[in-house]
């Protein structure tokens, strides 16, 4: 029986998962894996600061050195969050020979190729399936089970904090601020919960499964991104009518030589397979050219299920430790993509605005979609007040840059006091 002795960067909500998971069933990982893990070190920012569970104070510290010198520790796991000091450090253990596995997919959709060169040359590994979709092992499937299929698409539900808000919206007619401040007491959001509610999350985890599908590696400066703070519960009440439910999607698609990669607020029907996907669980629809459609579905955020991936990956690092295989990107991380990018996807669209409410004002509307290509599946024209009108309008597939075109336009005409919202639509 092996002792495996872990560093842990951080002690937050995934830190404390791993840490529980750890100490509670650590029994049966050793009789089933044959091999005893140990927390050896624990770096903190506050080493006074008291602890979510009772731990000998003498593995905290606050000297990275503890941890980046300690020759017993061959792996470190981390789980600080953002990309300084993080970087460094794992740098700093990389070069000391130490494996590492991180939640952190900010760091990794940022700086991926110089981490895993980092790792490749000093013979241990990187690791990062808590990093995307929390307890769901979306990695594994697309790095180890999927390998025999072209990709042709991602859609998923990838971020716990957005989808617990719409749903408490969708759900309960709650206030966006209200929910948010609940995902952050149930440990679901960010350090910085702008990156929830932004898109900045969900982007950077769109990032590493489309790299890791399309064998490229797809930036987050190619990925659109829009977050969930524009949309309202009028939105979502309107949309509901028309039979969607809404949702933050992560949404990559390869056509030929071209791939499309977005981030945003997303009416599905609701007979879809993401609509019953409620509060801060995830699920991750992958379409490929020999397996079909598979979609993966659990824990998307939170200390035990994303402490699952954490240990799961240290299992692994030891498992490998002869031979740690890491991503290639056959466009070398930072040169061209074998792909070009799309940014003019065709989508279906729900554009809601207020308008006079006066003859004509429909037609001069519909004219300027016309003008543009985009042609109306349907138009609702809700209960008229005090002279203004609220108006919905639903495309049949248009051009992204053909609707965006469109809707400057409208938003030019003397009678439309405001376009409220634009939200696409995917079947
Ligand atoms: P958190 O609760 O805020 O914990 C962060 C931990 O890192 C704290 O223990 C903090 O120390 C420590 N830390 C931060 N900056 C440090 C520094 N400069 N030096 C030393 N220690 C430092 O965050 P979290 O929710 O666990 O998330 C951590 C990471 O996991 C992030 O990258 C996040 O994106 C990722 N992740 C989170 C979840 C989730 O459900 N929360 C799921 C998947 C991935 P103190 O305790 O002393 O302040
Ligand atoms: N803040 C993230 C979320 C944590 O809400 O999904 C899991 O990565």
């Excluded at 794992?90 to 980092?118: D, F, G, M, Y």
Aim: aromatic share 8%; hydrophobic share 40%.
């Amino acid at each position: 029986m092996f002792e495996v002795k872990v560093g842990f960067l951080g002690f937050g909500n995934v830190g404390t998962g791993a840490y529980r998971i750890i100490r509670d069933n650590g029994s049966s990982i050793t009789k089933s894996e044959g091999i005893n893990l140990k927390v050896e070190k624990i770096l903190v920012r506050n080493s006074k600061k008291k602890r979510e569970v009772e731990i000998d104070q003498s593995l905290i510290t606050d000297n990275i050195d503890d941890i980046i010198n300690n020759p017993d520790i061959s792996i470190v796991a981390e789980f600080m969050g953002g990309v300084e000091p993080a970087k460094q450090y794992i740098l700093s253990c990389l070069k000391n020979k130490k494996t590492v596995v991180t939640a952190n997919k900010e760091l990794i959709a940022r700086h991926w190729p110089e981490l895993q060169k980092a790792a490749e040359e000093n013979g241990v590994g990187l690791y990062y399936e808590a990093s995307v979709a929390g307890g769901i092992p979306v990695i594994k499937v697309i790095g180890e089970s999927l390998q025999a299929n072209n990709i042709k698409e991602i859609m998923g539900i990838i971020n716990g904090t957005t989808n617990y808000i719409f749903t408490k919206m969708s759900e309960e007619g709650r206030d966006f601020g209200d929910v948010l401040k609940e995902a952050q007491e149930l440990g679901y959001a960010e350090p910085d919960p702008t990156s929830d509610i932004e898109g900045f999350d969900a982007m950077y985890k769109l990032s590493i499964m489309a790299s890791m599908a399309f064998h490229s590696r797809v930036s987050i400066d190619n990925i659109y991104r829009e977050g969930i703070t524009k949309i309202s519960v009028d939105d979502i009440v309107y949309g509901r009518e028309l039979g969607y439910t809404i949702k933050l999607l992560g949404i990559a698609k390869r056509t030929n030589d071209k791939v499309e990669v977005r981030v945003h607020p997303t009416f599905i029907p609701l007979d879809h397979p993401l609509a019953s996907i409620r509060d801060s669980f995830n699920a991750v629809f992958i379409k490929g050219d020999a397996v079909g459609n598979i979609m993966l579905y659990g824990r998307g955020a939170g200390d035990l299920p994303t402490g699952s991936a954490i240990v799961s990956d240290i299992i692994t690092a030891w498992k490998n430790r002869d031979r740690h295989t890491g991503i290639n990107f056959y466009n070398d991380g930072d040169g061209k993509p074998n792909y070009s990018f799309n940014n003019d996807w065709e989508t279906e669209f729900f554009i809601r605005l207020t308008v006079k409410d006066k003859p004509g004002v429909l037609a001069k509307i519909a004219g300027l979609f016309g003008k543009y290509d985009v042609s109306i599946a349907s138009v609702i024209q809700k209960d008229r007040l005090k002279g203004v009108a609220p108006l919905i309008f639903v495309t049949h597939p248009a051009k992204e840059q053909s609707v965006m075109k469109a809707i400057a336009d409208i938003e030019c005409e003397s009678d439309v006091i405001k376009v409220e919202n634009v939200i696409r639509v995917e079947r």
